[in-house]
C-alpha cells in the first residue's frame, strides 16, 4: 500500500484572495501548500487595468510571511471598456497570465462584466494574437433558463461561437460542473483546457439541499446532479492534460454566508490537497494527481512545473481548523463529510 507521496509542488490555477484582512487572513492557507495560483481579478472595485494588478500583486506580496516563495499570477477583469493596448502591454511585461470573463451578473462582484460580446472582440482578437488565455466563467446569466442548465446553454450559444468567431483564442473553461464541459472541453483541442475544482469533486446538489439548506456548499457554478459529480471525478483522475486544478477556493465571512441572501462560494485553501489525495485514492489513481495539481496546469499556461517537492503521507485523521479567524469574523473550511488521511508534510 502506497503510504507517502512525494510530487512537484501543485499550483492552483483558479483562486480568490480578496483584499486587506481577508487577503492576509486566507494567503496563508494557500501559500503553505502551492508554488503559484491564477488571482481572481473581482475585487470590488475589479482588477481592471494594468497598473492596478500591479499594485494588487504588491498588496498580496506584502501580505504574508513566507509569501516570497509563491508566485501570483495576475489577471485582468474583462469590461466593455477594457483597452487591447493596456493588455498586451501588461502581457509583455510579465504581469499578466489570463483575462477574466465573467458574463455579466453571473456571480459575485460580476456587475462590471460583458454584456456585449462584440464590444470585447478587439480584446479577444489580440489576446489570439499574443497567445494570451481567456479564463472564462462559463454560465448564460438569462431568467429563462435554469440556473442547473446555464454551464450547458452557456458552451452551445457563447463559448462555441465565440472561439469560432476568434480562431487562436486560448480558453480556459473556469470550474466545470458537467458532463457537458467535461465533453467540450476534452474534444476542444490543445486550445481549450478546464479547471475543476476540489469542491465539485466531492459534493452534487443533494449535499447542498438535502436536509437543510448548507450555506457552505452554495458556489456558482452550483454543484449538479451525481452524474455530472462521477463525469469530473473521472476527469480529474484520467490523466488528460486537458483538465487541472482550480480550487476557487473563495473565502467569505460566516455572516455573509449564513444569511438570508447567502454569498457564493466554497474555501477549500486548507485542505484542498488532502482532500484531493483522498478523492484520487477513493478512483484508484493516486499516480494521477501529480499531473492534475502540478503539471497540466503549467502545460497549458507554458511556464516551467515548480522545482520543489511536497510530501504526503497517509495516516490517521488529518486535524485541520474548521474556521479560519479574521478582525471581521470567522470564514467557514469546506468540510467534504470524510476524514481525510493525507497529510501534507511541513
Ligand atoms: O462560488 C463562487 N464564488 N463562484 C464565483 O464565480 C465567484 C466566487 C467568489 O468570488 O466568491
Ligand atoms: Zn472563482
Redesign the pocket.
Known amino acids: 500500500m502506497t503510504d507517502t507521496l512525494t510530487i512537484c509542488r501543485p499550483d492552483d490555477w483558479h483562486l ?1 484572495l480578496r483584499d486587506g484582512a481577508m487577503l492576509k487572513a486566507v494567503l496563508p492557507e494557500t501559500v503553505r501548500h502551492f508554488g503559484r495560483a491564477i488571482i ?1 481579478p ?1 475585487l470590488v472595485p475589479p482588477v481592471v487595468t494594468g497598473a492596478q494588478a500591479l499594485a494588487y500583486r504588491e498588496r498580496i506580496l506584502a501580505a504574508a510571511p513566507g509569501v516570497g516563495l509563491f508566485e501570483p499570477l495576475m489577471t485582468l477583469y474583462l469590461t466593455e471598456d477594457t483597452d487591447p493596448a493596456d493588455v498586451a502591454e501588461a502581457h509583455a511585461s510579465g504581469l499578466i497570465k489570463a483575462v477574466k470573463l465573467y458574463p455579466a451578473g ?4 460580476s456587475a462590471s462584466g460583458v454584456n456585449d460580446f462584440d464590444k470585447v472582440r478587439p480584446v479577444l482578437e489580440k489576446m489570439a494574437q499574443i497567445g494570451l488565455p481567456l479564463c472564462v ?1 462559463g454560465e448564460v446569466v438569462r431568467d429563462d433558463v435554469d440556473i442547473f442548465d446555464r454551464e450547458a446553454v452557456f458552451i452551445d450559444t457563447v463559448l462555441d461561437p465565440l472561439r469560432r468567431a476568434t480562431p487562436g483564442l486560448r480558453v480556459v473553461m473556469e ?1 466545470i460542473t458537467t458532463k457537458d464541459g467535461v465533453d467540450y472541453a476534452r474534444d476542444a483541442g490543445p486550445s481549450v483546457g478546464a479547471t475543476i475544482t476540489t469542491h465539485h469533486l466531492v459534493i452534487n446538489r443533494n449535499h447542498l439541499l438535502v436536509g437543510g439548506i448548507k450555506p457552505h456548499y452554495y ?3 452550483l454543484a449538479k446532479r451525481e452524474t455530472h459529480r462521477l463525469a469530473l471525478r473521472a476527469a480529474a483522475t484520467s490523466g488528460d492534460p486537458t483538465f487541472f486544478l482550480g480550487t ?1 477556493s ?1 473565502p ?1 465571512l460566516d455572516k455573509d454566508k449564513e444569511s438570508a441572501c447567502g ?4 474555501f477549500t485553501a486548507t485542505n484542498t490537497m488532502s482532500i484531493l489525495a483522498e478523492v484520487f485514492e477513493q478512483e484508484g489513481a493516486l499516480d494521477k494527481l501529480e499531473g492534475f495539481t502540478a503539471h497540466h496546469g503549467p502545460a497549458f499556461y507554458g511556464l516551467p512545473v515548480n522545482e520543489t517537492t511536497i510530501t504526503l503521507t497517509k495516516g490517521s485523521p488529518v486535524p485541520y481548523p474548521a474556521k479560519i479567524d479574521t478582525p471581521e469574523g470567522p470564514l467557514t473550511v469546506f468540510d467534504p463529510g470524510f476524514a481525510l488521511h493525507w497529510r501534507v508534510e511541513a
Do not use: F
Open positions: 480568490h481572481m473581482n453571473a456571480t459575485t462582484n466563467h470550474h458556489c456558482l457554478p476557487d473563495a467569505h454569498c457564493a462560494g466554497c
